[in-house]
Antibody, heavy 123, light 110 residues
Framework: EVQLLESGGGLVQPGGSLRLACEASGFTFNSYAVRWVRQAPGKGLEWVSVTSASGGSTYYADSVKGRFTISRDNSKNTLYLQMNSLRAEDTAVYYC????????????????WGQGTLVTVSS | QSALTQPASVSGSPGQSITISCTGTSSDVGGYNYVSWYQQHPGKAPKLMIYDVSDRPSGVSNRFSGSKSGNTASLTISGLQAEDEADYYCSSYTTSSTLAFGGGTKVTVL
């Protein structure tokens, strides 16, 4: 059974930093791209970042480029999101999601999602 | 990155069929057969209902079906049931190797 368990969310002041983690199990982690998707309170889904299966390639939404860094440790089956210079508009539930298709550069969309971790940016 | 356009809400009575549209451009929906649909109940994570325009993951009811014409994809729910009341989101692969989401559609079962 595929499981994705996010952690690291919480309350942070504007301008602060936070590091999210997503521990994966139930599939061959190093064979799939994985991504972060967020959902602001009462709003829709927004793609944040994705990393290729090896971690060698990464992509970011314009809204977080230069502030967020995605990384993965395939030896620990864990995905990370380092978030710096946080803004109020970054307040959201952050989901970790596994890409559906096997492959290094398969970015066609996720099949499994974690339960999410809430990040609140407020003074 | 552009968002895909979905109606804000769709409603129907039990047993009826409803269709949700998802309009993009030739750079996303129209250019690739990588459209997915997700169902999200309040406080829950999204669940994959349709992938590659019209394929259903195992375990998803065959009351859910997908299609595409040009730059518009559609999700049809037939035999509407109370448990289908939820938010539905479409997504599509894009030319810039990113993923675009629709704004979401709230389905209400009357």
């Amino acid at each position: 059974e595929v499981q994705l368990l996010e952690s690291g969310g919480g309350l942070v002041q504007p301008g602060g930093s936070l590091r999210l983690a997503c521990e994966a199990s139930g599939f061959t982690f190093n064979s799939y791209a994985v991504r972060w998707v967020r959902q602001a309170p009462g709003k829709g889904l927004e793609w944040v970042s994705v990393t290729s299966a090896s971690g060698g390639s990464t992509y970011y939404a314009d809204s977080v480029k230069g502030r967020f860094t995605i990384s993965r440790d395939n030896s620990k089956n864990t995905l990370y999101l380092q978030m710096n210079s946080l803004r109020a508009e970054d307040t959201a539930v952050y989901y970790c999601a596994k890409e559906r298709r096997l492959g290094e550069f398969s970015f066609v969309g996720p099949d499994y999602w974690g339960q999410g971790t809430l990040v609140t940016v407020s003074s | 990155q552009s968002a895909l356009t979905q109606p804000a809400s769709v409603s129907g009575s039990p047993g009826q069929s409803i269709t949700i549209s998802c309009t993009g451009t030739s750079s996303d929906v129209g250019g690739y057969n990588y459209v997915s649909w997700y169902q999200q109940h309040p406080g829950k994570a999204p669940k994959l209902m349709i992938y590659d325009v019209s394929d259903r993951p195992s375990g998803v009811s065959n009351r859910f079906s997908g299609s595409k014409s040009g730059n518009t994809a559609s999700l049809t729910i037939s035999g509407l049931q109370a448990e289908d009341e939820a938010d539905y989101y479409c997504s599509s692969y894009t030319t810039s190797s990113t993923l675009a989401f629709g704004g979401g559609t709230k389905v209400t079962v009357l």
